[in-house]
């Protein structure tokens, strides 16, 4: 019973360290799934509670666009900046950028569910006159919410550093 001791099992290399993992599409779906909660909600409440549910201007659809064409232009902006001149963009502009992405991503993922779940609640309601005006708005800042999430992802995917780039 002469047995060779059996060699330890070798531990996986630990990740290194200042690495980040890209969000989590997870994440993003459970944020807009708690705001469709949260919007449907808040017509019950404050249709119950005064009477009189907020309208949904213009403004805000239009004004939820606009950060996400400036988060689309960002992100063609650094992956520009970072295949041609990559000297260019310091390492904490890119962390800046990275941490602007994740949260307008965030965010965007619950503004657009909350906008949306808002929407949804007016469909089939007819005993308000403005309902299809608050849901057709309210749809609109949602789709404009997911195009926040777009530009964040884009943004965030902008900032990765090339494999051949980065420090052992």
């Known amino acids: 019973m002469s047995a060779e001791p059996e060699p330890p099992d070798e531990p996986e290399p630990p990740e290194p360290e200042g690495r ?19 919007g449907w909600l808040f017509h019950l409440v404050t249709d119950q509670g005064t009477g009189l549910p907020p309208q949904v201007p213009w403004a805000q659809p239009l004004a939820l666009g606009l950060v996400a064409a400036i988060l ?32 307008c991503a965030y965010v965007g993922a619950l503004v657009a569910g909350v906008y949306m779940g ?10 308000s006159e403005l309902a299809g ?3 057709l708005r309210s749809a609109c800042a949602g789709v404009a919410g997911i195009l926040i999430v777009a530009g ?17």
């Not at 993992?21 to 909660?37: D, H, N, Y």
């Not at 520009?80 to 260019?88: L, M, V």
């Not at 808002?118 to 005993?127: D, I, R």
């Not at 902008?158 to 494999?163: G, K, S, Y």
Request: charged letters at 15%; glycine letters at 6%.
């Open 20 to 38: 980040l993992r890209p969000m989590s599409p997870a994440a993003l779906c459970a944020l807009t799934a708690i705001g469709l909660v949260v």
């Open 72 to 103: 689309v232009g960002t992100a063609l902006s650094t992956r520009r900046t970072i295949a041609q001149h990559p000297a260019r963009l310091s390492p904490h502009q890119a962390v800046n950028r990275l941490v602007l992405a994740r949260a």
């Open 118 to 127: 808002y929407a949804v609640s007016w469909l089939g309601v007819e005993s």
């Open 133 to 135: 005006q608050r849901a």
């Open 152 to 168: 964040g992802v884009l943004l965030e995917r902008a900032c990765r550093v090339p494999p051949g780039d980065s420090e052992p």
